[in-house]
């Protein structure tokens, strides 16, 4: 069994607070790693297989939904971990025994680049298993353009990722039976709630989806709305002042692929306008 299983057993977050280390008495490098490292890589293996989401949406918030899961625990199909040495013990043996596919939500950031790239071998490899994976991050995790470097790699090594604005809690759903979830948003750390009910379940696919709909897609494809080189463009025409069309004129593309890549890179930076964008892109170190 590669390292890279191993990793959640290193440690949890021990503030809660978006960017803190991951991990307790561990060195700089195996803080960063920790649960992170283990959601980061081994949840994006496979080939995507979202179809069996097609048409599904909640009506509920991820907060409202979580609420409702929480009142049921103690409940058959509802358990509450406190622990981090259950919790740790729980994830391990669902994600040994995964047969089709992995979900997961990330939130907070920024993350480390060599923490992700540390098991590259290990999960190109995995890639290649039959495992579908699906991964939404918070824009604050790849905000930078080393981070958005390796996803946009990966993605082109057969991973499947999105990026959202906003992902409020740390989520990951085993095979569309059962859910591991945080009681509390923008932490990695305890307590989550297991859910295995079938009715929760489907709720939490169904919000899963929601998300997943409206998220930016990372990769080099025409339909791909960010990547370490089509970010670097609409960075410039931004700074140049050209209108959407001229721009889309330039890049041989429609004008809608425009709209779209340039609202994804408002998003990807946390800007409420295209000043604001430049702004940002140079406090992120994109210009």
Known sequence: MPDVWRLPCRGWSTSGTPGAPVGGDYGPEQQQ????????????WGKLM????????????????????????????????????????????????VRRELCSTLPAGPYRPSVLRSSWEDD?????????GMVIYQAD???????LRYLTEFSTAGAHIRVARRVTHRMMIVD???????????????????????????????????????AHTVGIGPEDSLADE???????????GVTDDAAARELGVSDRTI????????????ASSRFEA???????GWL
């Open 278 to 284: 430049g702004v940002k892109a140079t406090q992120a």
């Open 176 to 214: 569309r039976r059962l859910v591991f979830v945080a009681v509390d948003p923008d932490t990695l750390k305890p307590p989550y709630l297991l859910i295995r009910e079938p009715a929760l379940v489907r709720s939490f696919c169904s919000q899963f989806a929601s998300t997943w709909k409206v």
């Open 259 to 270: 709209r779209r890549r340039v609202a994804a890179v408002l998003d990807l930076l946390g």
């Open 124 to 132: 190109v490899g995995l890639l290649r298993s039959g495992i579908a």
């Open 33 to 44: 790693g920790g649960l992170l490292g283990f959601l980061l890589s081994v949840l994006l």
């Open 230 to 240: 089509s970010v670097r463009e609409i960075l410039q025409i931004l700074s140049s």
């Open 50 to 97: 979202v179809e069996g989401f097609a048409g599904e949406t909640s009506g509920e918030s991820g907060r409202e939904l979580i609420d409702r899961a929480e009142r049921r625990s103690g409940d058959v199909g509802v358990e509450r971990i406190e622990d981090p040495t259950s919790l740790r013990q729980q994830i391990h043996g669902a994600v040994s025994s």
């Open 141 to 147: 995790a790849v905000r930078t353009p080393e981070i």
